[in-house]
């Protein structure tokens, strides 16, 4: 490997690699801060507010609302995480670009992003291939902003899930349930 390409993949592995730590800390803060909303929660369904009798439904979605956002969240970090990882395995293991010609870390950078993006894909090479659940997954998180929109009906089936566990059948949960399902199967369509 020439030295140019060596000191930017160099570059680009440590860039990745940090990043793919912060996103493992994000997940931990976003975990550390459901187990905090539901013994909150718990605490406020134990000891119900005097002044607000009917209040356990309103406190049930703020809640389960809060834990749906924090699982996106999680679904989110994670994606990238994965995304980071296979960036950093191809800054390592990607073949070297033409070394007659001074190398710019951005062409670099874009060799290795079109690297994993085949193999998110299902093509390349047999060993740094993406599986049916991973490859999808890597996919949406490589643009945040997408991933970050398909985050929205996540969030919102995983709090209906959790209001469920918690309240009986009503008409919100009906209302909820459909605009969770429908926002899944619109944002599960290919990339």
Known sequence: MSSPDQEGRLGLLHHYDSLMNGY??????????????????????????????????????IMSFSIGVFLSGIYFCVARF???????????YMPSLDSS??????????????????????????????????????????????????????????GWLAFLATTPWSNWTWIYLLV???GLLFSFGDP
């Open 82 to 92: 994965f995304w980071f990882g296979k960036l950093v395995e191809f800054a390592i």
């Open 24 to 61: 493992k800390v994000y997940t931990l803060t976003f975990v550390v801060a459901i187990f905090t909303v539901v013994s909150l929660w718990k605490e406020l369904h134990e000891f119900p507010i005097p002044a607000l009798p009917s209040s356990f439904p309103f406190v049930a979605g």
């Open 180 to 182: 969770a399902v429908a």
């Open 101 to 158: 010609v001074p190398i710019c870390l951005s062409q670099l950078e874009t060799r290795i992003f079109e690297c994993t993006e085949e193999a998110a894909r299902g093509k390349g090479d047999e060993r740094r291939r993406m599986g049916p659940i991973m490859g999808p997954l890597a996919r949406r998180a490589k643009e945040p902003r997408g991933d970050s929109l398909h985050c929205l009906p996540v969030a919102l089936f995983a």
